[in-house]
């Protein structure tokens, strides 16, 4: 599936944005996965030793607590990529 993010656009002379909507190709989108599956590895680790520190009894739902927050980079990422391309696009 193909992930897309639109962004507004400032036409001159008009008090109105256009709405363009940027694409990533498949292998862009699967380099940003692939970079970000392997960080998730290295970032559940990291986690579940911070959760430990803080609960010995429940440190797996803590852990997941924390991996849930970080984990949100892939779709920045993605959105990150999207802004680049928008940027690339229309220069003023």
């Known amino acids: ?3 897309s993010k ?7 002379g008009s008090s109105y944005s256009v709405w363009e909507e940027i694409s990533l190709t498949d292998s862009e989108e699967k380099a940003i996965e692939e ?5 998730h590895v290295e970032v559940m680790r ?3 030793n911070d959760a ?3 609960d010995f009894s429940n440190h797996m739902q803590i852990a997941l607590a924390f991996f849930d927050k970080r984990a949100s980079h892939a779709v920045f990422l993605k ?3 999207c802004k ?3 940027d690339a696009l229309f220069k003023d």
């Open 52 to 54: 430990k520190t803080i």
């Open 1 to 3: 599936m193909v992930f």
């Open 46 to 48: 990291q986690c579940i």
């Open 79 to 81: 959105e990150s990529k």
């Open 35 to 39: 970079a970000v599956r392997r960080e």
């Open 6 to 12: 639109a962004f507004p656009r400032q036409i001159k």
């Open 84 to 86: 680049e391309k928008f």
